[in-house]
C-alpha cells in the first residue's frame, strides 16, 4: 500500500490550520505546506517557520527558505498567524495567541502518525522567531531554533534588551542577523549570547536591515543576501544534525 504522503517529487499544499478558539472571527489560518520527494524517507526532518509582525506567510525571505528546505527534503511548513490573516498589520496578536497558532502548526506536521517527523526545526523572521523561542521555553521538544533578524530590543534601544526566554532554551540555536537591524545591536547580542547556556551559532548579514534588506549602495543584492541566509540555515540544520548522530 502506498504511504499517503510519499510523492516522487516535491509538491506544495495549501491548508487551513484550525485554531481552538476563534480570533478576529477566523477559526482557522492559511500555511502551506512543502513535501519533500519520497516523504518520509531518509532523515525525516520538520521545519516550521513563522512571520515577523509585518508580514504575512507569503514574505519573500520565508518564501525562498520554505522552498529551498522542501527540495532538499525537509518537510516544511510557513503559516500566517490570525492578525496577518485578518489583515491587521498594525497590531499582532497576545503571545498566548500568537504561542497557540504556532503549536497548532506543529500538529500539523505530526498529523499522520506514520510519517512523524525525527527531527523538529522551529523558527521565523522577527516577531515569529521570538515566539519560537517563547515555545522552546516550554516542554516541546526541538533539535534546534533559527532566527532570521530576532528583535532584541525595540528599535534603536539596545539598552532594553528582550532576552529573558532566551536563557531558559537548552536547545541549539542560530541567529542570522543583518548589520543594519535597528531591532538588534550585534554587540549586544553577542553579550547576551554569552549568558545563554545552550549552544549558539551568529551569521552575520553585512549591510543587511531586519528584512534582509540592502542598499543600492552596499554593492549587494537582496537576492545575494537571501542566498548566503539560505546557505546558513542549511549548513547549521547539517551540523546540528551530525551532532545527533554521534
Not at 110 to 123: E, Q, S, V, Y
Not at 134 to 162: C, E, N, S, Y
Request: hydrophobic share 40%.
Amino acid at each position: 500500500m502506498k504511504h499517503p504522503l510519499v510523492e516522487p517529487s516535491a509538491h506544495y499544499e495549501n491548508i487551513r490550520i484550525p485554531l481552538r478558539n476563534a480570533v478576529h472571527e477566523l477559526d482557522s489560518v492559511s500555511g502551506v505546506l512543502g513535501i519533500p520527494e519520497w516523504w518520509p524517507t531518509g532523515a525525516r526532518v520538520a521545519v516550521a517557520m513563522a512571520h515577523g509582525s509585518t508580514g504575512d506567510l507569503n514574505d519573500p525571505v520565508l518564501e525562498v527558505l520554505h522552498r529551498e528546505l522542501t527540495e532538499n527534503k525537509c518537510l516544511s511548513l510557513r503559516f500566517n498567524f490570525p492578525f496577518a490573516e485578518a489583515g491587521k498589520r498594525s497590531s499582532a496578536d497576545s503571545k498566548a495567541v500568537l504561542e497557540h497558532t504556532f503549536r497548532a502548526a506543529l500538529g500539523v506536521l505530526g498529523r499522520d502518525p506514520t510519517a512523524a517527523p525525527a527531527h523538529l526545526f522551529i523558527g521565523g523572521k522577527g516577531l515569529g522567531g521570538r515566539m519560537a523561542a517563547q515555545l522552546a521555553t516550554t516542554r516541546i521538544r526541538v533539535d534546534g531554533l533559527f532566527f532570521l533578524g530576532f528583535p532584541l530590543h525595540p528599535q534603536d534601544k539596545p539598552d532594553k534588551l528582550q532576552a529573558e526566554h532566551l536563557y531558559r532554551i537548552i536547545s541549539p540555536m542560530l541567529f542570522v542577523q543583518g548589520t543594519r537591524d535597528r531591532q538588534c545591536d550585534l554587540d549586544a547580542l553577542r553579550r547576551a549570547l554569552v549568558r545563554v547556556g545552550a549552544p549558539t551559532s551568529l551569521h552575520v548579514l553585512q549591510q543587511a536591515d531586519q528584512h534582509f534588506k540592502v542598499l543600492k549602495k552596499s554593492g549587494r543584492t537582496d537576492e545575494e543576501v537571501r542566498a548566503e541566509m539560505i546557505g546558513a540555515v542549511k549548513g547549521w540544520f547539517l551540523k546540528i544534525l551530525a551532532v545527533g548522530a554521534k
